[in-house]
């Protein structure tokens, strides 16, 4: 069974521009969660994804923004970079949206704005 | 709104040693409460979770129990290695929300010394 992985590791960009992150869940998970975790910090949900709408929203700007794909993968997409959008943007795939099912996390792709 | 409290790091202990850190919660509904660690470099995995009342979590020697009068959720060892080094994060998800979205505390680090 693969786990969540995401891409790119690693990528910088310069302020005002735009990124977008991926993510690829875990076999049988049908809902994505992206999440944003500052240096030293504690991860920050950003959106949820549930058979490809959106199914919940943290306090995030509409800058940030996201997609899922049939095959239940995901993408964050951010515009116009600000510096402080430098974080680990983390992705966990679940089975459901029950607060009882169990989030599996990528790796994280670490993005930081210069 | 629902928020996770737990004590600040870091916390130092020599091998052998027992550990606990300590974290509360606020919830208006019916949480299920997870410990996550995070190694250098990588994603969160899950270490344990409890989704009721006087329920125990365990894992690799890791153990912690919902306890619901006292809203915590305390995260204790009682032999802790150098292999245990890493960042412990508490987090709750509503059993009764629309996702099962994660709060998290903002961590804490542990470090083993041989």
């Known amino acids: 069974e693969t786990g969540v992985t995401q891409s790119p590791t690693h990528l910088i960009k310069t302020r005002g521009q735009q990124v977008t992150l991926r993510c690829s869940s875990q076999s049988g998970h049908n809902t994505v969660s992206w999440y944003q975790q500052a240096l030293g910090q504690g991860p920050q949900f950003i959106f949820q994804?549930?058979?490809?709408?959106?199914?919940g929203r943290g306090n995030f700007p509409p800058r940030f923004s996201g997609l899922q794909f049939p095959n239940y993968s995901s993408e964050l997409n951010v515009n116009a970079l600000e510096l402080d959008d430098s974080a680990l943007y983390l992705c966990a795939s679940s089975r459901g949206t029950s607060g009882s099912a169990e989030q599996f996390f990528g790796p994280g792709t670490r993005l930081t704005v210069l | 709104g629902d928020s996770v409290t737990q004590m600040e790091g870091p916390v130092t202990l020599s091998e052998e040693a027992f550990l606990t850190i300590n974290c509360t919660y606020t919830a208006t509904g019916y949480p299920s409460l997870f410990w996550y660690v995070q190694y250098p470099g990588e994603g969160l995995q899950l270490l344990l979770k409890?989704?009721?009342?006087?329920d125990k979590g365990s894992n690799k020697g890791f153990e912690a129990t919902y306890r619901k009068e006292t809203t915590s959720f305390h995260l204790e060892k009682g032999s802790v290695q150098v292999s245990d080094s890493a960042v412990y994060f508490c987090a709750l998800s509503d059993l009764g929300g629309a996702t099962n979205k994660l709060i998290f505390g903002t961590g804490t680090l542990l470090a083993v010394q041989p």
């Open positions: 409890a989704t009721k009342a006087d």
């Open positions: 994804y549930y058979r490809e709408e959106e199914n």
